[in-house]
């Protein structure tokens, strides 16, 4: 059975980028909370990986960072291409 995305290290690759992207924003988590009329829990929770962002919410995150979404994207496609594919990206290709 494949591992579940949370788990793998791209996951890991995701977090840190939106933890640079909120820290280079210059955003505490509370800060950023209040621009999404969000809790500050709930940022904690998903810079932690314990909640999962749709699309959508990414896309607010992002802005709300002042960091465009396919910017973001392709320094995220970038970061994992230096780590190098796991396995269900060979397979996937």
Do not use: W
């Not at 820290?23 to 990986?49: H, P, T």
């Not at 962002?53 to 910017?71: F, I, K, N, S």
């Amino acid at each position: 059975m494949p591992a579940k995305s949370i788990h793998k290290p791209e996951y890991q690759t995701l977090l840190e980028l939106l933890i640079e992207v909120r820290n280079r924003a210059g955003l505490k988590q509370a800060e950023l909370a209040s621009l999404l009329e969000r809790s500050q829990s709930y940022i904690s929770d998903v810079e932690r990986g314990g909640r999962r962002l749709d699309l959508l919410q990414l896309r607010e995150y992002c802005q709300a960072c002042d960091q465009d979404l396919v910017g973001f994207v392709r320094r995220f496609e970038k970061a994992i291409a230096v780590r190098g594919p796991s396995s269900a990206g060979r397979a996937s290709r």
